[in-house]
Every structure is written in structure tokens, then in C-alpha cells.
């Protein structure tokens, strides 16, 4: 079976059923409830908990490790539900998608130690420590090293950017085990770890968190001298690069999910209000500088979720899907900024009200242009990969 093909398991039904049960969840979670934790910037736990508990966090983790064992078109599914409904998915979305180098690239046995208690919930895989400071978009420069001493490694460096890394017992760290002017390529040299967190805090891991225009529980983290077991190396040193790369399509498809349920939320709020909203004797949606927006914001992520749902069938084929995945990323992204621009304007002076939870929605989402990968760097690897155009960088 090709890497990152899973059993086509689920059928439109299955999905509308998951649809039905993870909307449900979230009615548990109205705006209120997200309102308070932006307000003290503060961890969803509940939120994150009942998610778990009723599995759906799992749906990726094949059922011999205790997962459902479902397709990335359910997992798009339950993110994009959870956004749609106001939720956000943020907290808790990067369990789905990074023990995926664990599946694929673990060895038998570190696949029976964790993936079973990450499926339970025991174990929170949250944390995806990539980004550094000096890096920035150019993975391969960065500086964080692991070096093996006998049967350890010595993790000297820092990362920013590591979100729910406090709310993680493991972290996926990406370290060079080669420096760059080492390498004869400079994808090499670079190796993925687990780390135990419950071990590390305090013993060679310090974090300090990032206060953010929205709520994310993100932090810069900082290694001295760690030590983590080399028996944690996940597959070849060396090949770590290539396999975060293996990852990163599921991980567009499924933030993509999740921008088409913010732009489907926005769109829903602001066809509501401007249906009641009466201004001139007449609702604010009966003029046409009210409604093409919302229109134009509708056809468009529409068309995004097309895209997406495409990505995300190629991908369960097993079939390449770099570029259909990029894509979803990139019309997503734009279709719910789009989607939030429009819902602010379309609620006047009560879209920057907090309780309407517009302008809190309009902050998550923004995110999306940058993170996890930027707007521009998903054009360039269209421009050169697909378009054949030169390397820009
Ligand atoms: C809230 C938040 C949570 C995050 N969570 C995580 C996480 O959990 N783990 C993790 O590892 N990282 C995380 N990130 C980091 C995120 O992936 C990076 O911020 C993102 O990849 C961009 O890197 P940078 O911020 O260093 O920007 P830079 O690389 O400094 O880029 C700055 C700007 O320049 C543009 N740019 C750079 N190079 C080029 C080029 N060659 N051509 C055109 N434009 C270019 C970029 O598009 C961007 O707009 C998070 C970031 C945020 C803000």
C-alpha cells in the first residue's frame, strides 16, 4: 500500500454521521465558552478532552494501534465541523496529523509503545518543534543539533513557534544530526526525534510562552543539553527532512478543512444578520453592497472545498497530490480571510464586538496565511514544481 494511503473505510454516509456527531460535541462549546479562554488566553482542555474522549482525535491512527483507522477525508471532516461550528481546532488538530511520522517512519516497536496511548488519549502528541528563529521558512538552515553520544542524544538549541507544547506529554523534534556544511545536499543531516516532555521539562527544556493576537498556545522552547534516548530516533538518522516532507500534505488538507469551516461559520453569521439587521426601514442583506459580498465570499469557498475534497480523495488513493494539496491550502486560506473581512463589514461597528465573536474568528483565521506555511511559499512551490518556472530561492 503506498505511504500515506489509508483504508477507504468510510463512505459518504460514515462521514455525514461523523459530521452529525462532532457538531454535536461542539454545541457543548458555544462562543461564551471560547470567549473566556481568549480572554485570558487560556487552553481549551475541556474542549480538547471531550474531542479525545470520543475518539475523534484517533481517526488517523490505524485500529490495530487502537485508532478508528478512518481516511484523511474523515479527519478533514471533524476539523472542518469544529471550525464551522465556531470551535477551533487549533488546540488540538496537530495530534491528528504528526503522529503520521510515526506511523509511517517508526520502527514496530515504537509504534506499539506510543501510538496505542496517543490513540487512548494517554498520551498527547501536540507538539511540532520545526521553526526556528534564524530559519524561519528555510527549514534546512536550521541550527538546533543532536548529537549521539552511545546510546543518547545530546539536543542543544531553540525552537519558536512550538504551539501546545505545555499541553503535550511528546514533541516531535526535527534536529541536525549533520551541520549544513557538512552535508552534500542540505535536505541531509537532519533527523527526527520523540521526546518524552514529561521527562525533558526541566531537565534540558525550558519554554516560554508567546502571547498572541489570538489564542494559541504557542512558546519558544529552548534545549540544553537534552538527552534524549536514541531508541526515540524515528527511522534513519539523517532522513528527517524527508520525512516531514512525507507529512506535510496531509497537513494542508487538513488546515485547509479547517479554514472552509471558518469561511462557511462567517459566511452563516453574516447571511444571518444582515437577513435581521434592519437599517433604512428595510434588512442590511436586501442591498446589493451587502450581498455580493457575501456571495462572492460563498462562491469562493465553495470552490476551495473542491478543491480540498479532491486533495483529500487523491491522497486516500494513495496517488501524488502535492499540488492539489498546496492548492487547498492556498484557496482555503484566502476564502476564509475573504469570508472574515466580509462578515466584519457586513456586521458595521458590532463586528469588533466581542460578543458576536466575529472579531475573534477574524483573528484565528488570519493566522492561516502564514502558518503553517505561508501564502507564498505554497505560490512558489506552484510556480516552480507544477509551472516548471525557475527556483526563486
Ligand atoms: C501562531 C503560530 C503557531 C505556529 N505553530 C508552529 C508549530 O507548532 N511548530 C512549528 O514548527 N512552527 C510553528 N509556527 C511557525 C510557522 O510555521 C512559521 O511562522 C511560518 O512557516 C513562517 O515562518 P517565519 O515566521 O519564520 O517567516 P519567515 O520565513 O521569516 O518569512 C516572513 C515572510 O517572508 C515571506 N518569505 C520568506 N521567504 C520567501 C521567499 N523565498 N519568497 C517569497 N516570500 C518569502 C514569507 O512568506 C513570510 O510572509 C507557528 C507560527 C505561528 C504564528
Known sequence: MPPNSQPAAQGGADIAAIRQAVAALCARFPGEYWRALDRERAYPTDFVRALTESGFLACLIPEEFGGSGLGIGAAAAILEEV???????????????IMGTLLRHGS????????????????????FGVTEPSAGTDTTAIRTIARR????????????????????DLMLLLARTTPRGDVAKRTEGISVFLVDLREARGKGVSIRPIRTMMNHATTEVFFDNLEVPARNLIGEEGKGFRYILDGMNAERI???????GDARWFIAKASDYAKTRIVFNRPIGQNQGVQFPIARAYA??????LMVERAATLYE???ACGKEANMAKLLAADASWQAADMCIQTHGGFGF????????????????QVAPISTNLILAYLAEHVLGLPRSY
Not at 471550525?83 to 496529523?97: L, S, T, V, W
Not at 516497536?109 to 494517554?122: V, Y
Request: aromatic share 8%; proline share 1%; glycine share 6%.
Open 83 to 97: 471550525h464551522k461550528a465556531g470551535c477551533n481546532g487549533a488546540a488540538c488538530h496537530a495530534q491528528m496529523y
Open 108 to 127: 514496530a516497536a515504537q509504534k506499539a509503545e506510543w501510538l496505542p496511548r496517543i490513540a487512548t488519549g494517554a498520551l498527547r502528541l501536540q507538539a
Open 149 to 168: 553520544e552511545g546510546d543518547r542524544y545530546i539536543v542543544n538549541g531553540q525552537k519558536v513557534w512550538t504551539s501546545r507544547v505545555e499541553h503535550s
Open 254 to 260: 487538513l488546515i485547509a478543512a479547517e479554514c472552509i
Open 300 to 305: 469562493a469557498s465553495e470552490a476551495a472545498a
Open 317 to 319: 488513493a494513495g496517488t
Open 353 to 368: 464586538a466581542e460578543e458576536y465573536d466575529v472579531e475573534r474568528k477574524f483573528r484565528e483565521t488570519r493566522l492561516y
